[in-house]
């Protein structure tokens, strides 16, 4: 079961835009519209920010946007706050089970 | 509001067995499917196991099955992991997870604040 790949870390300067890239295969990403991504501060417990693609739970603020095409899932975060700085995973449903990516630190410059 | 709180988590030797529970509470336990899920110190995420909202149905990663096992008491809104046979690579903070009400029911909407478990002799 391995896991999803994700860029490392990514930058950006506030209000600027950082997109996040989750590659999987043909049997996770590709085949379900099952892909959520998670937002955790260090310390903290993960928060879900996008459900479904590119679905937001109330409460999550609309800079927060998700899409995919293919194998690749991608959460793009415009106009960079602040309080943005974190790591973020995705995840997919595979048949019965959950993989997660490898995690991308987020830092607002 | 919505709280998970788990427990039960320590310092046990190689071999050994633990029993984490989840608590829940702010939501109507018995409609919603759980999970466990877990992370390694500085690693990142990894599903560890889930089971139907009624527990007739339990699911689990390759790197667990046959030594964890996942059950509920709907009756105590609780969600336990019981641990076997445990290894250094399973040292991990241990979350609980909900299933998602919204959309889908193939994300997790809320989070425990992790109970942590540490494989040492």
């Known amino acids: 079961q391995s896991a999803l790949t994700q860029p490392p870390s990514v930058s950006g300067s506030p209000g600027q835009s950082v997109t996040i890239s989750c590659t999987g295969a043909?049997?996770?990403?590709?085949?379900?519209?099952?892909v959520s991504w998670y937002q955790q501060p260090p310390g903290a417990a993960p928060k879900l920010i996008i459900y479904d693609v590119s679905d937001r739970p109330s409460g999550v603020p609309d800079r927060f946007s998700g899409s995919k095409s293919g194998n690749t899932a991608s959460l793009t975060i415009s106009g960079l706050q602040p309080e943005d700085e974190a790591d973020y995973y995705c995840?997919?449903?595979?048949?019965?089970?959950?993989?997660f990516g490898t995690g991308t630190k987020v830092t607002v410059l | 509001q919505v709280q998970l709180v788990e427990s039960g988590g320590g310092v046990v030797q190689p071999g050994g067995s633990l029993r984490l529970s989840c608590v829940a509470s702010g939501f109507i336990f018995s409609n919603y499917g759980m999970h466990w899920v877990r992370q390694a110190p500085g690693k990142g995420l990894e599903w560890v196991a889930s089971?139907?909202?009624?527990?007739?149905?339990?699911y689990y990663a390759d790197s667990v099955k046959g030594r964890f096992t996942i059950s509920r008491d709907n009756s105590k809104s609780t969600l336990f992991l019981q641990v076997d046979s445990l290894r250094s690579d399973d040292t991990a903070v241990y979350y609980c997870?909900?299933?998602?009400?919204?959309?889908?029911?193939?994300?997790?909407?809320?989070w425990g604040q992790g109970t942590p478990v540490t494989v040492s002799s």
């Open positions: 995840c997919s449903y595979r048949r019965t089970s959950y993989v």
């Open positions: 043909s049997s996770d990403v590709g085949s379900y519209n099952r």
């Open positions: 997870a909900k299933r998602s009400t919204a959309g889908t029911p193939y994300s997790f909407d809320y």
């Open positions: 089971i139907w909202y009624d527990g007739t149905n339990e």
